[in-house]
């Protein structure tokens, strides 16, 4: 009689026709799920007039963020307790229906409410279509595809401004969500008929909700103190004061996390090595990419003149060398076995793209900034494939679902993290070299005062738009004429300081990549599986190093010799 526990997966049974079919469903809900993180964006403007909510207007963003970061680690978890398609279907339905009331919304608050559902929603395709991956093909036909996901992410980056902007003024801001639910819709249908309903009892069966609980007050209040840090200082209550409160019960999770049997994040996967490096490789290249993909738009529309659509297209180089790498990468990792080599070098090869981009200046020339970003994107393509691989191949199957929601995770708490670092530097940079620049182009002293902190005296220094006009406007009329003169040489030196006060911010992410690159260097290479199962160690090492299998009589199940039996504690326990 065949243990449940180790029985042949329904997966592995589907026809090669039947896994593309799904992994196309999958790859097309996690579409929809990134294209919504970017589309919004152009939108926002018309949305926040016709709903009259100018003063909530980030949360449109932020709560969707907050509400997909925080429920990827628990979707990771109960994927593997409940399997992989319960919970991919009620996270696809709820993003739809979720997407329709977010477009039917009538007032700001609402739209709020919606676009945390849509989060809750969303936060569970990215970890758990990773994970399916995992059930379909074992860890060495796995790299042939998990390119794909960085792929999606960068093509969603790259349409995403464009489709929000022609939706928005060709229809309605409504329609931007309305148009999740054909498409949506094709990939319920695919995933409800194909995806086999797989459970493995092994897996534990337990739900930690004390743990679930805490890693929600945890996150929370920390992501809403980072992006608070747009506004605000470190030390307002509403940003130092709600992360250190995040960072309180951060403590606290972990104290939980260690003591119960079958922990929502076990801490046990920390001791895996090529998990921990992973992880950490993961979180500081997110600080890269993010720095890059949000603060080089902002040049192109206030330096270099562009508008919203065109400084997202104006990213093309950045986005197609990340599609392309990414998806080599996977294919290398594929046909080799090899990945130590080819991340390390692409993390030095990130941090040698991201200080070409400290040379940027007011006068760059956009096919040298090209360049430069597409150095940038190989180099971190293969972040967004390979880690998952590394984490696949090298815990216990049973653990694949919170592993890869564990990495997802770190990833999108590493580009929070990075972006609140890059936008302090820039602010604090942009405060000091203003003067500066205006100083050594001769400006008369009574008017760089004006200037002073980089605050254009109530102008918005940093913004798009006519800036010449709007510091001509801030002058007292009498003196505007003798100011006009001297207003293009003020508009090209704030545009310098722009510059140059960005280009300082990649500094962070140089040093962030190259401590991901000396990472690599502990990682030991361990070849990628051609079986869905670890392979066994002897039982009295299994039972030493994982808790996971315990010896019983004879008779108990097999009827001859000593079997192994699934544990009551999770595999991926401590």
């Known amino acids: 009689m065949m243990n449940p526990a180790v029985a042949t997966d329904h997966a592995v049974e589907l026809s090669p026709r039947a896994k593309l079919e799904i992994l196309g469903a999958i790859?097309?809900?996690?579409?929809?799920?990134?294209?919504?993180?970017?589309?919004?964006?152009?939108?926002?403007?018309?949305?926040?007039?016709?709903?009259?909510?100018?003063?909530?207007?980030?949360?449109?963003?932020?709560?969707?963020?907050?509400?997909?970061?925080?429920?990827?680690?628990?979707?990771?978890?109960?994927?593997?307790?409940?399997?992989?398609?319960?919970?991919?279907?009620?996270?696809?339905?709820?993003?739809?229906?979720?997407?329709?009331?977010?477009?039917?919304?009538?007032?700001?608050?609402?739209?709020?409410?919606?676009?945390?559902?849509?989060?809750?929603?969303?936060?569970?395709?990215?970890?758990?279509?990773?994970?399916?991956?995992?059930?379909?093909?074992?860890?060495?036909?796995?790299?042939?595809?998990?390119?794909?996901?960085?792929?999606?992410?960068?093509?969603?980056?790259?349409?995403?401004?464009?489709?929000?902007?022609?939706?928005?003024?060709?229809?309605?801001?409504?329609?931007?969500?309305?148009?999740?639910v054909p498409l949506g819709l094709v990939s319920l249908v695919v995933l409800w008929r194909l995806l086999p309903p797989i459970r493995r009892p092994e897996a534990g069966n337990n739900i930690d909700y004390?743990?679930?609980?805490?890693?929600?007050?945890?996150?929370?209040?920390?992501?809403?103190?980072?992006?608070?840090?747009?506004?605000?200082?470190?030390?307002?209550?509403?940003?130092?004061?709600?992360?250190?409160?995040?960072?309180?019960?951060?403590?606290?999770?972990?104290?939980?996390?260690?003591?119960?049997?079958?922990?929502?994040?076990?801490?046990?996967?920390?001791?895996?090595?090529?998990f921990t490096i992973s992880v950490s490789g993961m979180f500081l290249a997110a600080f890269g990419f993010f720095a890059a993909?949000?603060?080089?738009?902002?040049?192109?529309?206030?330096?270099?003149?562009?508008?919203?659509?065109?400084?997202?297209?104006?990213?093309?180089?950045?986005l197609l060398a990340l599609i392309f790498s990414a998806i080599a990468s996977g294919q290398i990792v594929a046909r080799t076995g090899r990945y130590k080599v080819l991340m390390f070098g692409s993390l030095v090869l990130l941090a040698a793209g991201l200080f070409l981009l400290t040379n940027l200046r007011a006068d760059t020339s956009r096919p040298t900034l090209w360049l430069w970003m597409v150095v940038t994107g190989l180099g971190i393509g293969p972040s967004f494939a390979v880690f998952t691989l590394i984490v696949q191949n090298t815990v216990e199957r049973t653990c694949v679902g919170v592993a890869t929601a564990s990495l997802t995770f770190f990833q999108q708490i590493g580009g929070t993290i990075g972006l609140t670092l890059a936008g302090t530097v820039f602010a604090g940079r942009m405060a000091t070299e203003v003067p500066v620049q205006l100083a050594n182009a001769g400006v008369p002293p009574q008017l760089v005062g004006q200037f002073a902190g980089g605050s254009g005296g109530g102008i918005d220094l940093?913004?798009?738009?006519?800036?010449?006009?709007?510091?001509?406007?801030?002058?007292?009329?009498?003196?505007?004429?003798?100011?006009?003169?001297?207003?293009?040489?003020?508009?090209?030196?704030?545009?310098?300081?722009?510059?140059?006060?960005?280009?300082?911010?990649?500094?962070?992410c140089i040093v962030a990549a190259l401590i991901a690159a000396a990472c690599i260097v502990f990682l030991k290479e361990t070849p990628m599986r051609a079986t869905f199962e670890m392979p066994e160690e002897t039982a009295p090492e299994a039972i030493h190093d994982h808790g996971r299998r315990e010896l019983v009589p004879a008779g108990a199940t097999t009827g001859a010799g000593l079997a192994l039996r699934p544990n009551r504690k999770s595999p991926c326990a401590n």
């Open 27 to 180: 790859l097309l809900a996690l579409f929809l799920f990134a294209l919504d993180q970017t589309v919004v964006g152009t939108a926002l403007p018309r949305i926040v007039t016709d709903l009259r909510g100018d003063s909530l207007y980030t949360w449109a963003v932020t709560v969707y963020l907050l509400t997909a970061t925080i429920s990827g680690p628990v979707y990771g978890k109960l994927s593997d307790l409940f399997g992989r398609r319960p919970i991919v279907i009620f996270a696809v339905s709820l993003f739809l229906t979720s997407s329709v009331l977010a477009g039917l919304s009538q007032q700001m608050w609402q739209l709020i409410l919606f676009r945390g559902l849509q989060g809750l929603g969303g936060g569970a395709v990215f970890p758990v279509a990773l994970a399916v991956v995992a059930d379909l093909y074992t860890p060495a036909e796995r790299g042939k595809y998990l390119g794909l996901f960085g792929a999606v992410f960068g093509l969603s980056s790259l349409l995403g401004p464009g489709i929000g902007g022609f939706i928005t003024d060709q229809f309605s801001w409504h329609w931007i969500f309305f148009v999740n």
């Open 210 to 274: 004390l743990g679930a609980a805490a890693f929600t007050l945890a996150i929370a209040p920390f992501l809403v103190g980072l992006t608070n840090k747009q506004t605000g200082e470190w030390s307002d209550p509403a940003v130092g004061g709600l992360i250190l409160l995040g960072l309180a019960f951060g403590a606290l999770f972990i104290l939980i996390e260690s003591r119960v049997s079958d922990p929502i994040l076990p801490l046990g996967l920390f001791r895996n090595r090529a």
């Open 293 to 318: 993909v949000i603060f080089l738009p902002r040049w192109f529309q206030s330096v270099a003149g562009a508008s919203a659509t065109e400084s997202g297209y104006n990213l093309l180089p950045l």
């Open 462 to 508: 940093t913004g798009t738009g006519d800036l010449g006009k709007a510091i001509l406007a801030a002058v007292p009329e009498q003196a505007r004429s003798s100011v006009a003169l001297l207003v293009p040489n003020i508009v090209e030196d704030i545009h310098q300081a722009f510059s140059i006060s960005m280009a300082s911010t990649f500094w962070i």
